[in-house]
Nanobody, 124 residues
Framework: QVQLAESGGGLVQAGGSLRLTCIVS????????WDWYRQAPGNEREPVAGITGGGRTNYTDSVKGRFTISRDSAKNTVYLEMNNLKPEDTAVYYCKTDLMVITSSASLTNMDYWGKGILVTVSS
């Protein structure tokens, strides 16, 4: 069984900063990729940033230069450092991971897991 736990959200004024953290636990063999998504009210869920197991990163255009994704492989943890936040960054942020899981039969299988989401609110 695999679980994701997100933390670090909250209310911040425009121009402020927050750091989101996502920790994965369970029967993990390896992590192929981490992603952060967000969903604003009335909008579809959209990708924000991603990082591969090898450390390659990608960002949606609207957050480039303001957000930084990083990971601590030893801790099975990914971070999203968000600076110069804007009201349009207000959304529920979701952590997603693509990983190899050890099954009950001791085999490996590739699975995607999502966190429950954490609210980030940026006031103007």
């Amino acid at each position: 069984q695999v679980q994701l736990a997100e933390s670090g959200g909250g209310l911040v004024q425009a121009g402020g900063s927050l750091r989101l953290t996502c920790i994965v636990s369970g029967s993990i063999f390896s992590i192929n990729r981490w992603d952060w998504y967000r969903q604003a009210p009335g909008n579809e869920r959209e990708p924000v940033a991603g990082i591969t197991g090898g450390g390659r990163t990608n960002y949606t255009d609207s957050v480039k230069g303001r957000f930084t994704i990083s990971r601590d492989s030893a801790k099975n943890t990914v971070y999203l450092e968000m600076n110069n936040l804007k009201p349009e960054d207000t959304a529920v942020y979701y952590c997603k991971t693509d990983l190899m899981v050890i099954t009950s039969s001791a085999s490996l299988t590739n699975m995607d897991y999502w966190g429950k989401g954490i609210l980030v609110t940026v006031s103007s």
